[in-house]
Every structure is written in C-alpha cells, then in structure tokens.
C-alpha cells in the first residue's frame, strides 16, 4: 500500500513538474502548441462541414422518391414525354408516378432551383421533408403563385405575398409568394422555389406533355431494384436513379472533395512534426541542464521520458482543443469560406446558407489522436537522446 500511495505521489509531482515546464519554456510552447492548432483547425474544419453536408444530403435522400428516371441526351437531362409515366404505371407494380418539370434560374447573382409539381400528384408537403412556415400550400389548377425556402427568402428579401419578378430569355415572368417553407434539411429552404406544372413549362421552354423527371414510388421497398432494373432494359436510354444509389454518390461526393483538402492537411503536420523534432532536438542549455540535475538527482531515464511524455499529452490536449474552437468558430461563425465553396463544387454562384457542421465523437477522438500521436514522435525520440546522456557530460555541454 505503502508503495502505491508512494508512486501515486510521485506521478503527481511529474504532472505538476510537466505543467511547470511547460510554462517555462514558452517559445517551445508557443511554436508547437500554435502549428499544431493551425493543423487541427483545417482538418477539423474540413471533417465537420464534410459531416455535415453528407448528413444533410443523406437526409435529403430520405425524402427523395423511390426511383427517378431521367431522359438523357449528350450526358445531359432533357425533357422526356409524360407517355413514359402511362407504360410504368401499366406494367409496373408502382403506388405513385408524380411528374416534375425543374430548371434554374439566376437571381441577385445567385443560382436558384425553379421547380414545378403537381399539387394533385405530388407527395403531402410533410411527405417531401417541408413544413409551411407561413402562408399555405398550392391548390389545384392554380397558377402564377409559388412557395419559396425560407432561406430564399431572407436572401432575396422577400415577404409573403410579394411579387417576385424573373427575366428570361424570351419573356419576363411574375410569381405572388402565397407560403414560405422550412425544413431541417438548409439545402432545400436554400435553393428551392416550387411553382405549379404549368408554369414552369412555359418559363423554362418545356415542350407541353414533356417533364424533366419522372418520380416512382412503390408500396414495397424491397422491389426497388428490380423494378430499377426492367425500366433499365426496356428504356436502355433512360438513366434510373434509385435511393441507394443517390446515398452513394453523396457519400462519394463528399468524401473525395474532403480527401483532397486531407491532403493539405498532411503537409501541414508533417510541418508540424518537424516543427516540434527541431523544438525538442535544440533545447537550450537551461533545458539540457534541467536533465543533467535531474538524473544527478536520482530520476532515471523512464522518470524523465515520463515527464516528457506528460507534458506532450497537455501540449498536444490543448493544441487540439484549440483548434477545435477555432474549427468549429470558422464553419459555424464564419460560413467556412474557401472550404466551403470547394466543398459544394460549383457554389460560387449558390446562394448563401447556414453550413451545416456535424461534430461526431469520432471526429473529435481522430483530431485529438492527429494532435498527439504526431506530437509524440516529434518529441519523445529527441527527449529519449537527452535522457540517455550521462548527467555530468550534459551539465558540462559536451
């Protein structure tokens, strides 16, 4: 017992001792401790916007039909006729075919989506992952009204039942607001303004009995693919989307675009590493003393690589908390700028939105275990050298 309470006691005088060294050499301190939260804070940043987005999209997904057929020309969509929709649900097993005609349209030097359902076709409002804020939803056969995000609005300035005017090619087009949505999902209320069938025909120059896209939703979940896979070999020239694979391609999405930041990062700790390998290597002749009374005093060499190793654990701890703060502060505060255009591909022309971040236990147990374990081999091998030296030869500078 005697001797538990002895090495507890022990382990505690190297703990304070490794605080105290690491107030006393405050250049060390500063250049390991301020590289090393630069690093974490692009990595950081980069994992949490990266998160975020890909729990959105998949979100997004959730919502999204069963299958979503698609006409192709030149690997491009082009209208397709609504007889596709009569043959699908004919010799299909289908619960709901639900026709979209959709385009952009560039407002205030931002790209927006214009999309036009069926109100007697589409899915509920709460069906589709929206929620009407204020106003109300389409009835049928009306025309000239839309239903915008809530995003959209506060970037457009718009309130209900305002006129939203928009200019095309060959005609200039007006909307009265009657409902403004939310939604948990920031891409939607970003982006989207509904407006019924019809009307998004004529702006978008959408030949009558044509439609962008076709939206299938089954009873049974489990025929998805091979419902997926008859319209695949009948209509070779249709592109069919299902769920699963619209996950896939999000994910893929993402996590290429977050790799390639992943890259930078590791140049930057690789900086890091040599940052604190040089730190450590020439110590001044205070610290090279420090060891040489150290060992004169009786610590062996595991006592000093213990207290080496404790004061790397705080350093790399607080290193890591840092710029995590200093992460989340730039994604959260500061709409993540640079990072987020290059996350969202071509969104220099997206309207501005609230980056959704997603802080996950995982995310934060890799960037402390990024700031530490570098950290370790930057420090410990040099600090292993100097502990290793005979103390008189240290305490003579030999």
Same mark, same amino acid.
């Not at 690491?22 to 301020?34: E, P, Q």
């Not at 009873?219 to 009948?234: C, L, M, Q, R």
């Not at 993402?254 to 290597?281: D, E, H, K, T």
């Given at each position: 017992?005697?001797?538990?309470?002895?090495?507890?006691?022990?382990?505690?005088?190297?703990?304070?001792?490794?605080? &105290?060294?690491?107030?006393?050499?405050?250049?060390?301190?500063? @250049?390991?401790?301020?590289?090393?939260?630069? @690093?974490?804070?692009?990595?950081?940043?980069?994992? $949490?916007?990266? +998160? #975020?987005?890909?729990?959105?999209? =998949?979100?997004? !997904?959730?919502?999204?039909?069963?299958?979503?057929?698609?006409?192709?020309?030149?690997?491009?969509?082009?209208?397709?006729?609504?007889?596709?929709?009569?043959?699908?649900?004919?010799?299909?097993?289908?619960?709901?075919?639900?026709? &979209?005609?959709?385009?952009?349209?560039?407002?205030?030097?931002?790209?927006?989506?214009?999309?036009?359902?069926?109100?007697?076709?589409?899915?509920?409002?709460?069906?589709?992952?929206?929620?009407?804020?204020?106003?109300?939803?389409?009835?049928?056969?009306?025309?000239?009204? @839309?239903?915008?995000?809530?995003?959209?609005? +506060?970037?457009?300035?718009?309130?209900?039942? +305002?006129?939203?005017?928009?200019?095309?090619?060959?005609?200039?087009?007006?909307?009265?607001?009657?409902?403004?949505?939310?939604?948990?999902?920031?891409?939607?209320?970003?982006?989207?303004?509904?407006? /019924?069938?019809? *009307?998004?025909?004529?702006?978008?120059?959408?030949?009558?009995?044509?439609?962008?896209?076709?939206?299938?939703?089954?009873? /049974?979940? @489990?025929?998805? %693919?091979?419902?997926?896979?008859?319209?695949?070999?009948?209509?070779? +020239?249709?592109?069919?989307?299902?769920?699963?694979?619209?996950?896939?391609? !999000?994910?893929? *999405?993402?996590?290429?675009?977050?790799?390639?930041?992943?890259?930078?990062?590791?140049?930057?700790?690789?900086?890091?590493?040599?940052?604190?390998?040089?730190?450590?290597?020439?110590?001044?002749?205070?610290? =090279?003393?420090?060891?040489?009374?150290?060992?004169?005093? #009786?610590?062996?060499?595991?006592?000093?690589?213990?207290? &080496? $190793?404790?004061?790397?654990?705080?350093?790399?701890?607080?290193?890591?908390?840092?710029?995590? $703060?200093?992460?989340?502060?730039?994604?959260?505060?500061?709409?993540?700028?640079?990072?987020?255009?290059?996350?969202?591909?071509?969104?220099?022309?997206?309207?501005?939105?609230? !980056?959704?971040?997603?802080?996950?236990?995982?995310?934060?147990?890799?960037?402390?275990?990024?700031?530490?374990?570098?950290?370790?081999?930057?420090?410990?091998? %040099?600090?292993?050298?100097?502990?290793?030296?005979?103390?008189?030869?240290?305490?003579?500078?030999?």
């Amino acid at each position: 017992m005697k001797r538990l309470v002895h090495r507890f006691q022990q382990h505690s005088n190297f703990f304070e001792y490794s605080i &105290r060294s690491i107030f006393t050499y405050k250049t060390r301190t500063i @250049a390991i401790t301020g590289s090393l939260a630069i @690093a974490i804070m692009v990595l950081g940043s980069t994992i $949490f916007l990266s +998160d #975020g987005l890909l729990k959105e999209a =998949q979100l997004s !997904v959730e919502y999204a039909p069963d299958i979503t057929v698609q006409n192709m020309q030149a690997g491009r969509v082009v209208p397709m006729s609504y007889t596709y929709a009569e043959y699908f649900s004919r010799f299909l097993d289908v619960k709901r075919i639900v026709p &979209r005609v959709w385009g952009y349209v560039f407002l205030e030097d931002s790209i927006y989506t214009l999309m036009g359902i069926d109100p007697s076709a589409t899915p509920t409002i709460e069906e589709m992952g929206l929620t009407v804020a204020s106003g109300r939803f389409f009835l049928p056969n009306e025309k000239n009204v @839309a239903i915008i995000g809530s995003h959209v609005a +506060d970037n457009l300035n718009i309130q209900l039942n +305002d006129e939203v005017r928009i200019a095309e090619v060959h005609a200039f087009y007006s909307f009265t607001v009657i409902g403004i949505f939310d939604s948990d999902i920031s891409l939607f209320t970003s982006d989207l303004i509904l407006v /019924d069938m019809e *009307t998004s025909r004529d702006f978008l120059n959408v030949p009558p009995e044509t439609v962008t896209d076709l939206c299938i939703y089954l009873d /049974d979940e @489990a025929k998805i %693919p091979s419902t997926a896979s008859v319209i695949s070999e009948v209509y070779p +020239d249709l592109r069919v989307i299902t769920r699963e694979s619209m996950k896939d391609a !999000v994910a893929s *999405t993402y996590g290429i675009r977050s790799g390639y930041v992943s890259v930078l990062w590791y140049v930057l700790l690789i900086s890091v590493i040599l940052v604190a390998w040089n730190q450590a290597s020439s110590a001044s002749r205070e610290a =090279q003393r420090e060891v040489g009374i150290l060992k004169a005093l #009786g610590f062996s060499t595991s006592n000093i690589l213990e207290i &080496r $190793f404790l004061e790397t654990l705080i350093l790399g701890f607080i290193s890591a908390s840092i710029g995590v $703060f200093l992460a989340i502060f730039y994604d959260l505060y500061l709409g993540a700028p640079i990072i987020r255009n290059f996350m969202l591909g071509w969104s220099a022309i997206y309207p501005d939105f609230p !980056v959704p971040i997603y802080i996950g236990f995982g995310s934060l147990l890799t960037l402390y275990a990024a700031a530490i374990v570098p950290l370790l081999v930057g420090t410990l091998i %040099p600090a292993w050298k100097s502990a290793i030296t005979e103390p008189d030869l240290v305490m003579r500078g030999s």
